[in-house]
C-alpha cells in the first residue's frame, strides 16, 4: 500500500467509527487483527489490554457505542508511509473533557493487522 491508499484507509477508520458502524470498521482489519487499548486493559484486564479477531473487535466497538452513544473523535493529525498510519485525534465522550489520543495502525495487504491507542 502507498501511503496515500493508508491516509485513505485511515479516513475510512474514521468515518466508520464517528458512524458508529462497527461492520464497516472492523471490515478494514484483517481477520486475526490486534487491537491494544489502555481503556481494554481497564475495562477488560483479564485481555491484558489486547484483543484478537474481528469477533473480538466487533464486540468492543459495540460496547462502546452501547456505553458512550455520544462518542466520537475529531482528528488532528495523520501522517503514513507504505505499511502504517500514525493518528492523532480528540476523543469527545459525553460528560468528559476531550482527550488526545495517539493510535498507530499497521498494514499489510490493505488491511489493517493492528492498532495500538496511546493515551494518559
Known amino acids: 500500500m502507498s501511503a ?3 491516509f485513505s484507509l485511515a479516513r475510512q477508520w474514521l468515518r466508520a467509527f464517528n458512524a458508529h458502524d ?3 470498521l ?3 482489519y484483517a481477520e486475526d487483527a490486534t487491537h491494544t487499548s489502555p481503556k481494554i486493559r481497564v475495562l477488560h484486564p483479564e485481555t491484558g489490554g489486547k484483543l484478537v479477531g474481528k469477533p473480538a473487535l466487533a464486540q468492543w466497538w459495540k460496547e462502546a457505542n452501547a456505553r458512550l ?3 466520537r473523535y ?3 493529525a495523520l501522517t503514513a508511509d507504505g505499511e502504517r498510519v500514525f ?3 480528540l476523543r469527545h465522550a459525553p460528560g468528559e473533557p476531550p482527550m488526545p489520543v ?3 495502525l ?3 495487504g490493505g488491511k489493517i493487522v493492528a492498532s495500538r491507542v496511546y493515551h494518559g
Open 106 to 108: 499497521e498494514v499489510r
Open 22 to 24: 462497527v461492520e464497516a
Open 4 to 6: 496515500t491508499e493508508n
Open 102 to 104: 495517539a493510535e498507530v
Open 69 to 71: 452513544p455520544g462518542l
Open 87 to 89: 493518528m492523532e485525534y
Open 74 to 76: 475529531e482528528e488532528t
Open 26 to 28: 472492523v471490515a478494514l
